[in-house]
């Protein structure tokens, strides 16, 4: 993977807590966070003593790499933001920039973070839908604005395969949000929900409390059925 691909955009701790309905007993279990880029989750959770690991193949890079590319994204985000400020609710954010500055603050907890962690263990490089863990290691595996997000890239059958390898490492998955890019509910949450619930699953719909992008007002909720 060329860095040059990547788009660094990491949401903080907070954001996790609304974005996947993180009750004090799920933050207490053992958590995987797969695609988590520069979110500042892992590091804060691991200050407030959490058990945390996340995956992502942009941990292959350098701490000053992965800064440098931040910074060089960094404005064509907030720029793109600005022109699509009527998809978003501006409540718990007062306009674009004041966005960005919450959304920088998180990439640079990560960054001062990021070389204890990878000595740690804490940041993984792997993706889905191959994932270098024990089967149920983890109480609850998340995953923000990469499944069903990029529909049009992901197939149908990649985003079961993907979900599956999260259900065999952990016994609950969570994945949020489940708009494609488009802001439309992707095409591939019906079948998924079918593929899942004919299964030895359960997968729901839940609502959360996290309210920015217009109409994602709910994650998707992967469980295995009680024997």
Known sequence: ???SSIVPWGRSYGEYC????LSERDLEGHILGCGDGPASFNAELTQHGGRIMSVDPIYQFSTEEIRSRIQRVYPGMIAELA?????????????PGHL??????????????????????RYVEASLPEL????????????????FLYSEQIDAAQHIQ???????????????????????VS???????????????????KPVAYQFQKGAMDMLVIRKKAL
């Open 83 to 95: 022109r699509n400020k009527e998809q978003f609710y501006w409540t718990s954010f007062k306009d």
């Open 187 to 205: 095409q591939h949450v019906p079948g998924v929900l079918r593929y899942f619930n004919e299964r030895d699953y359960i997968a729901e719909l």
């Open 162 to 184: 993907a979900l599956t390898e999260m259900c065999r490492v952990a016994k609950e998955v969570r994945i949020y949000p489940l708009l494609s890019l488009d802001g439309r």
């Open 18 to 21: 609304r974005m996947f309905a």
């Open 132 to 147: 270098p863990f024990f089967d149920a290691e983890f109480d609850l595996a998340l995953c923000s604005h990469l499944l």
């Open 100 to 121: 960005g500055s919450v959304r920088m603050s998180a990439m640079n907890r990560f960054l001062d973070d990021f070389e204890k962690g990878l000595e740690a263990g």
């Open 1 to 3: 993977m060329e860095l």
